[in-house]
């Protein structure tokens, strides 16, 4: 006889709780259907570009007829044609990397956000997700990201909503709707503890009192703004209730991580990690990174991640390489610079390639996470030489699309990005027609 297993199943000894993983036997209480395994996303982003002649495919002089190409219905009339579309686009330098995967990823290229141009040309790397206009320029306000609209749209189904990492600082990708930008986190071995360490019962204690001090806080601000009520306009009202509205979601917030205080965090095999402590050592550090997320996936302890690929200020330790990486992106087509830049993309793809191929591994009901979770992975450059924001180098991988195509859309009229981003939050369950600056979905 089949008895299920809860999918909160705790194993309990000795004062010991660990948190199962999904197993195939966690089956509904009532009904024979197996439980689906959570959508997850993972957005990376490697802030200097990719060299776009080492990535994407030489394409045909022909066109295709618009009728049989990717975006033709009428719900996708307005995007641009896409000039190559197939399973048997040639390789190149950088696919090659990527081969044991060609069936799980799509590449695209003539995607990106419109009006980039900011103050300073780093500035789109605030922008990525969110697609907000004008980054850096008087008066630039950025708006909420793909990830932290996903995580408020999910709701506190997991410890953390979301969980944002970055090689180097720990600036983040990763904004509010208020603009208010995440800091992530770049030190492996304080998110290995975050996830599964269970802290003493003083630690757990100054935690409450925090959370505690949070509320009382809020309770005070709202006490003496509510006030003001009587004394200002309906405009100045209107933005009264909107300064509430978001105070209720942060007791919201505050409440649901005190209920994670008392659940027990779920046991790896795995050690704790080493920080890297050189920032010389980019890879290194990438793939400590890299390392932590199909752990955080599988033991289910956030389904939204994002992560940072940053300039280090440093000569990477790379054999063969002798400049600063962001000096190489600069080469000005200097073919002993460009040589020297390869290298170093060479092994960041390397290390995702690593780590599709750990997320390809069966590891929960008898799948694949990669099956659920799109993976996507690019640059806010696509020419990180001129500092240029148009025709990006994006790679979707996971999430049980159609893949093993390359998507090349039309270089001097790009379509939205975010409508790549509407296409994936459907995918993870979100139903919405629109995000930021898109024009409609993109459908292959």
């Not at 993983?21 to 439980?35: C, D, H, I, T």
């Not at 190559?84 to 950088?94: D, F, K």
């Not at 995607?111 to 008066?139: C, F, I, V, Y």
């Not at 993870?428 to 995000?435: H, R």
Request: proline share 7%; hydrophobic share 35%.
């Amino acid at each position: 006889m089949h008895n299920p297993i809860s999918r909160r199943a705790v194993l309990k000894a000795s004062g010991v709780a660990i948190a199962l993983p999904l197993l195939e036997g966690m089956n509904p209480a009532f009904g024979r259907e197996q439980v689906a395994p959570p959508k997850r996303m993972v957005l990376i982003c490697n802030a200097l570009g990719l060299h776009s002649a080492s990535l994407f495919p030489k394409l045909p002089l022909s066109r295709l007829p618009s009728s049989k190409l990717p975006g033709s219905s009428s719900a996708n009339s307005n995007l641009p044609p896409t000039r190559s579309l197939g399973q048997e686009y040639e390789s190149t330098e950088y696919l090659d990397l990527l081969k044991d995967h060609r069936n799980d990823f799509t590449l695209f290229s003539g995607l990106s956000h419109p009006d980039q141009n900011g103050k300073e040309p780093h500035d789109t790397e605030m922008t990525w997700l969110s697609a907000a206009r004008n980054p850096g320029l008087g008066g630039f306000r950025n708006s909420i990201s793909i990830d932290q609209y996903a995580a408020s749209q999910l709701g506190p189904v997991t410890r953390f909503p979301s969980i944002a990492l970055s090689s180097n600082t720990q600036e983040s990708q990763s904004y509010t709707s208020n603009g208010v930008m995440l800091p992530a986190e770049n030190r492996p071995s304080t998110v290995f503890a975050k996830l599964f360490l269970d802290g003493s019962a003083r630690d757990r204690r100054r935690s409450r009192e925090l959370l505690a001090d949070g509320r009382s806080i809020l309770d005070a601000v709202a006490e003496q703004t509510e006030s003001l009520k009587t004394q200002t306009s309906s405009r100045d009202r209107h933005q009264l209730d909107e300064y509430f509205a978001a105070i209720r979601l942060a007791e919201a917030e505050l409440a649901e991580n005190e209920a994670w205080l008392d659940r027990p965090k779920p046991r790896v095999d795995e050690k704790a990690p080493q920080d890297v402590a050189d920032p010389a050592d980019l890879i290194g550090r990438v793939r400590s990174l890299f390392n932590l997320i199909p752990l955080i996936l599988q033991t289910d302890s956030s389904r939204i991640i994002t992560v940072m690929i940053q300039d280090h200020l440093a000569v990477p330790q790379i054999q063969g390489v002798t400049a600063e990486y962001h000096n190489l992106t600069h080469h000005g087509q200097d073919p002993r610079k460009i040589k020297q830049l390869k290298m170093i993309e060479t092994e960041i793809l390397k290390r995702f390639d690593d780590f599709l191929t750990r997320l390809a591994q069966p590891r929960e009901a008898g799948g694949r996470l990669l099956d659920q979770t799109s993976v996507l992975f690019g640059s806010n450059l696509g020419n990180a030489n001129a500092h240029d924001p148009s025709n990006l180098p994006i790679i979707l991988a996971g999430g049980g699309y159609d893949h093993g195509r390359y998507l090349a859309y039309d270089s001097s009229n790009n379509p939205p990005l975010c409508n790549l981003f509407v296409s994936m939050l459907n995918r993870l369950g979100i139903e919405t027609d629109s995000f930021a600056t898109s024009t409609g979905k993109l459908i292959w």
